[in-house]
């Protein structure tokens, strides 16, 4: 019985010995994601230790992972339903029980039920990861017959479209197609039929340079890569709509692109006085509905791109040659208004109130060429020339009053001062700017040299008329008129070199150099009469000369999972400036130079999860006509003049930012955080004059600021049910004068510090049939300042709401209302309790080409574009008249041709 025991106990301390940790991953090979809780099973090969009972059984994680100790080299066996089974030889040679043997990724192949499954159901996920790459799968998202790509785009989670274009977490996007660059930016993607993108792509595409050396040289940015299903290209896409909106306005907007990868062609036309602006070209597009006023314009582009290509030495060549010709014409009117506090020492201040009338009128042809030409595989030259010529025309008729507040904020009977401006300028513009650059590759992916080089023009002639009438209620002995003509003339050119060489030193190190040279000239010339009479302290010749010299010396660094970025900048900056107004000619020169050092560290902490550090200290010039002891009373109300003693900003910031992706919950988050701190910060100091009710108004140096942003951007979607939310942080400590008044000696520096917080969420539910969605935005600002209590405050501006979209065959019914709440603001008409509600209605038609929409806008007519500013010495609050409360009737065609057998 003891020869037994020290038997088995000879074998289990064996055992011990042999034993490995034998660690992988299983995941799908379909989607590369992670197959959560699947089965293994260890089988010993013969002759090697085997286990008893469980102990040759395990699972996965939650992720896929897996870990367990193996007695010896055997045969591991993975199984998932719905998966194909699979298997792997493991070999442990090791005799140390730390030691750990990695398997890698063990692929399971979907089965055909599952795959059916996934179909049938639509219970695709969302997104999955591919190492770095998330990729979208269309399938998963319900869409309309017949919808753009726009529709499928803006469902992506993390992904936000507005005014500014495209952007990912807050981060900046464009758009590719098959890996290449994509004509005519993101404009294609309203025409485009989401039908015809098999998946689409996020991830941080390579600089050229890194693709080109196969190295990382840490400059990356942001892409949506579209997989297009072939036979979708070479065909024209395009649009033709209409719209009727009440009272009396119209759209109509016809577009055409052909989508290819050879000869891409896009026809572009809008007419409307709906308030909306737009550019298209073969390089760009923009546009958008104003804010504020009204507005109508007709422009119209016709764009035509040559792509061509080759393959040299297994590199892929591709060059392009683009022209687009395009002409705007548009007018833009309607009233600002405009309500200020300003706060001195003491328990006194004034408001100040003005509305402003304006109608511009602008006629710009244009012209934009590019070519790119990539010679062989390592020449590439590209060359830009951009043109534009237009004329405008505007007028403007402001109105302002002033009065005196007590400590109670109530206005006195007595109205100090109102004043009627009106004026009409006349403008003719010309603009070129050209650039031409040569990038030089290393053999053997060493490195690279560039030589670049540009020039511009801007040139504007322009007349001008101003009558002012200013009264004072008080004293009328003081009333007058002012009649003001001027002519004006401003001429700027600019003309700049670089080169710049990079170099791999090493497979990890990578040094590169650039010298850039640059010369900017300005003139700016005008000549005004007073009631008629030349007024030479009112009339200015200021010609200002620019030189700057610029070395950058910068490195990456690659010791994976980290990359260090540093580099250092050198300025030299010498400025002459020759100024002639009145009585004052002076010629000033300034010689300055700084260095600004910057530091950035990734560490790539696994496949969807980056962490990013980094360090940097800016230096701000004041400008140079901003040093001289100028005197500028073209507006005897509001004086402004130079400060001889103002001195530069500099500014030091260090910066966090985290990303995670989770595909296997459907989890998107991003945080980053940010502290600044500067020094002798840049401040208006105003000058009041209370029995003329005037300002002087100057840059001056104050304290220095403290500032911290912290921002988290998350999004998960799981199944059908979904939520958003952005959320952030802001302290800032800053410093400034209020306001003095003529005949007092002492300044008083106020201290304003600011918290703000905002909070978006947003919860959905997302069903073949139905999307329901309810969102809450919270907005708090508190505002404490030192030295004018009565300002201090907080301001809140929230707004919960619900929107919903019904879907039933061929009719799509949408609907949003939310409440909007706004206290704490010292304009009373600010603080309201408004209730929106929009609805539109549509119906598909002509096999889903077709579209009749029904829109209803701000059915409550409710809206409003009241806004704020907070200073240390006063609060600006801003609103205007604008386009809402409306319905209109649209009705678009798409020109979707079907897909190419």
């Known amino acids: 019985m003891r020869k037994l025991s020290l038997l088995l106990l000879f074998a289990t301390m064996t055992m011990s010995v042999m034993a490995d940790i034998v660690r992988g991953r299983i995941i799908d090979a379909e989607t590369g994601e992670g197959v959560p809780f699947a089965a293994l099973e260890w089988l010993p090969f013969e002759g090697d230790v085997d286990v008893a009972g469980g102990m040759n059984k395990h699972l996965a994680d939650s992720l896929g992972r897996f870990q367990f100790y193996a007695p010896g080299n055997g045969f591991l066996i993975v199984s998932m339903l719905g998966y194909e089974n699979a298997g792997k030889d493991v070999s442990v040679f090791s005799e140390s029980r730390r030691d750990t043997v990695m398997v890698g990724d063990i692929r399971l192949k979907p089965t055909e039920t599952l795959l059916k499954m996934v179909e049938v159901n639509a219970r695709a996920r969302r997104f999955t990861m591919n190492g770095d790459t998330i990729v979208f799968h269309p399938e998963a998202f319900h869409l309309e017959e017949g919808a753009r790509l726009e529709e499928l785009i803006r469902k992506l989670p993390g992904v936000t479209m507005d005014e ?8 900046p996007l464009r758009i590719i197609m098959n890996g290449k660059d994509l004509f005519g930016g993101n404009a294609i993607i309203s025409q485009l039929p989401a039908e015809a993108v098999e998946n689409i792509k996020a991830y941080n595409k390579a600089s050229e340079f890194s693709q080109r050396t196969g190295k990382d040289d840490g400059g990356e940015d942001m892409v949506l890569d579209l997989n297009i299903k072939p036979g979708f290209l070479d065909r024209l896409y395009g649009d033709a709509k209409a719209i009727y909106q009440t009272p009396k306005n119209y759209e109509g907007e016809v577009v055409a692109n052909r989508l290819s990868d050879h000869d891409p062609l896009m026809v572009y036309a809008n007419a409307n006085n709906r308030n909306r602006y737009i550019q298209h070209t073969m390089q760009s597009q923009w546009g958008g509905t104003r804010r504020e006023g009204f507005g109508l314009g007709q422009y119209g582009a016709l764009g035509y791109q040559h792509n061509w290509g080759r393959q040299d030495g297994g590199q892929a060549l591709r060059s392009f040659a683009t022209v687009t010709g395009a002409i705007d014409h548009n007018d833009h009117w309607g009233t600002n208004y405009n309500d200020t506090r300003n706060y001195f020492p003491g328990e006194v201040s004034n408001r100040r109130f003005t509305a402003s009338h304006y109608h511009n009128h602008k006629l710009a042809p244009r012209i934009e060429s590019a070519l790119r030409w ?15 010529y237009g004329r405008q025309r505007g007028s403007q008729d402001e109105q ?9 904020m109530a206005m006195t009977d007595a109205v100090m001062m109102r004043s009627h401006t009106q004026g009409a300028t006349v403008a003719e513009l010309v603009g070129v700017e050209t650039k031409a650059g040569w990038i030089h590759y290393m053999p053997e992916g060493k490195g690279s ?3 670049a080089a540009n020039w511009n023009l801007a040139d504007n002639d322009g007349t001008g008329l101003t009558v002012r009438e200013v009264a004072y209620p008080t004293q009328a002995d003081m009333d007058y008129t002012l009649r003001q003509d001027y002519q004006s003339h401003t001429s700027t050119t600019g003309t700049g070199i670089s080169a710049e060489v990079k170099r791999w030193f090493t497979d990890r190190v990578l040094l590169a150099g650039k010298y850039a040279f640059d010369i900017k000239r300005n003139h700016d010339r005008r000549d005004m009469q007073a009631d008629l009479v030349h007024s030479a302290e009112n009339s200015y010749d200021d010609c200002l000369h620019r030189t700057a010299h610029t070395a950058v010396l910068q490195s990456t660094v690659n010791l994976r999972p980290f990359q260090f970025i540093p580099k250092l900048q050198y300025t030299f900056l010498h400025e002459r400036e020759d100024y002639r107004r009145g009585l004052l000619d002076t010629l000033a020169r300034r010689d300055v130079q700084w260095l600004e050092p910057s530091i950035q560290v990734k560490w790539k902490m696994k496949d969807g999860t980056v962490l990013d550090l980094n360090y940097g200290m800016s230096t701000s010039q004041p400008q140079l006509l901003q040093t001289i002891a100028f005197r500028d009373a073209t507006n005897p109300l509001f004086v402004t003049e130079g400060n001889p003693g103002l001195c530069n900003r500099h500014a030091h910031r260090l910066g966090i930012n985290y990303e995670m992706t989770r595909p296997a919950t459907g989890l998107l988050l991003q945080a980053w955080g940010r502290f600044t701190a500067t020094d002798r910060e840049h401040s208006t100091f105003l000058l009041y004059d209370a029995g003329r009710g005037s300002y002087l108004a100057r840059q001056e140096n104050a304290r220095g600021s403290r500032s911290l942003d912290l921002t988290v951007i998350y999004g998960q979607g799981l199944g059908v049910l979904y939520w958003t939310g952005n959320s952030s942080f802001a302290y800032r400590q800053s410093y400034a004068p209020l306001m003095q008044v003529v005949g007092t000696a002492a300044r008083t520096e106020n201290r304003q510090r600011q918290t703000h917080w905002t909070n978006q969420l947003e919860l959905g539910a997302d069903w073949e049939w139905v999307q329901i969605a ?12 030192s030295a004018a209590d009565v300002q201090n405050t907080t301001l809140w501006n929230n707004s919960f709401g619900i929107r919903a979209e019904l879907r039933k065959g061929k009719f799509t019914v949408k609907t949003s209302l939310s409440e909007q709440m706004r206290r704490g603001y010292l304009t009373r008409g600010m603080n309201t309790d408004h209730l929106i509600w929009n609805a539109s209605a549509s119906w598909r038609c002509l096999r889903g080409k077709g579209k009749l929409e029904l829109e209803v806008n701000d059915i409550l007519n409710n809206a409003d574009t009241f806004s704020s500013t907070e200073t240390a010495n006063q609060q600006v609050s801003t609103w205007s008249e604008h386009m809402h409360h409306f319905a209109a009737l649209s009705f678009s065609y798409h020109l979707d041709p079907k897909e190419k057998k």
């Open 449 to 451: 040299a560039e030589v």
């Open 164 to 171: 500014k274009g495209l952007s990912w977490n807050g981060r």
């Open 374 to 388: 990539q010679k062989d595989s390592r020449n590439t030259f590209s060359l830009s020339l951009n043109g534009e």
């Open 774 to 785: 309810a969102s809450a935005n919270i907005d708090a600002n508190l505002l404490t300042n």
């Open 400 to 408: 302002t009053r002033q009065t005196q507040l007590t400590d109670s």
